[in-house]
């Protein structure tokens, strides 16, 4: 790929002649949780909505950079001692497994696989997961754990997708630079 990627994260009802004067060409596509039940089975409504909303996208001219599904969100709330301590909500079903554990890291990888493999002809350019660098994403992994999983989702989406470029997104310098 030799072309410059200009793009951003926007709201499914964000004003596309806006993006377009802004030289906009890429949108940055998140993709939930494809799966209700077990890897292979029934696809989710966030899921089929994300992927109608990608093809919206495409049909008005963008590209798409997808983004794997991430694990969970933590935030900061009150500790009790006038301090703030990280609570995690995870966003992962309980079928996936313990996280960090092998069959976590193979079912986000089998996931991955499915991701793109079925977004093949709407998605050339993922990123796996968000920011797996701020303990906001990766919650309750170490940072061995959460290097694992960006490594099993980038192998996911590539043996879904072998053309695909992928590649993580770092918010952070010291533990990204681990990572």
Not at 18 to 43: C, E, N, S, Y
Request: hydrophobic share 40%; charged share 20%.
């Amino acid at each position: 790929m030799s072309e410059v990627i200009i793009g951003t994260s926007a709201h499914e009802s964000a004003d596309t002649a806006l993006l377009r004067q802004a030289h906009i060409g890429w949108i940055r596509q998140g993709f939930g949780m494809p799966f209700a039940d077990k890897v292979g089975g029934a696809l989710s409504e966030r899921y089929v909505k994300s992927k109608e909303q990608a093809q919206r996208w495409i049909a008005q001219g963008f590209k798409i950079m997808g983004v794997s599904h991430g694990i969970g969100i933590g935030t900061y709330v009150p500790d009790g001692a006038g301090g703030l301590k990280l609570q995690w909500k995870s966003s992962v079903p309980e079928w996936y497994g313990e996280p960090g554990s092998d069959r976590f890291i193979r079912t986000y990888r089998d996931v991955c696989a499915f991701l793109a493999a079925d977004l093949r002809e709407l998605v050339p350019l993922w990123q796996i997961a968000n920011e797996f660098d701020i303990p906001q994403f990766f919650g309750p992994l170490d940072m061995a754990q959460a290097a694992k999983v960006l490594e099993e989702g980038a192998r996911g989406l590539k043996q879904g997708n072998p053309h695909a470029i992928v590649g993580p997104n770092m918010g952070g310098i010291l533990r990204g630079y681990y990572l």
